[in-house]
């Protein structure tokens, strides 16, 4: 009989897995990841234009295409955090470092950059 954890312990082993696999093998996770969010991106696309043809031009539709599309806009939200982080892309908030003065900015900003 599975526990209520069963789905955030797989979820956890899977963050492991990917973990040690991308410290092995970075361009390989990298092109995965890349290939991961074009697909989920093109299936948010396919599923959304397809519910609407089906809604407005044949009065039907399938019940579970607004969960569906929920799940992969979620998944597509996390790996693509992952993708922003990775190569640096996410937007910036340096409303701290106009704040103080010049040498600690100076200290805020290596800070920031130190995982680069």
Do not use: C
């Amino acid at each position: 009989m599975m526990s209520g954890y069963t789905p955030h312990l797989l979820l956890l082993l899977l963050v492991f897995v990917f973990f040690i696999w991308e410290y092995f093998y970075p361009k390989t996770v990298d092109k995965l990841e890349d290939n991961l969010l074009v697909l989920l991106m093109v299936l948010l696309t396919v599923v959304s234009f397809s519910q609407v043809v089906a809604r407005y031009g044949f009065n039907t539709g399938w019940s579970a295409a607004l969960e569906f599309t929920m799940v992969i806009f979620s998944w597509l939200i996390l790996v693509g955090m992952s993708y922003g982080i990775k190569r640096s892309s996410h937007l910036g908030v340096d409303i701290l470092i106009k704040v103080v003065p010049k040498s600690a900015a100076k200290w805020l900003a290596i800070l920031e950059h130190a995982q680069d």
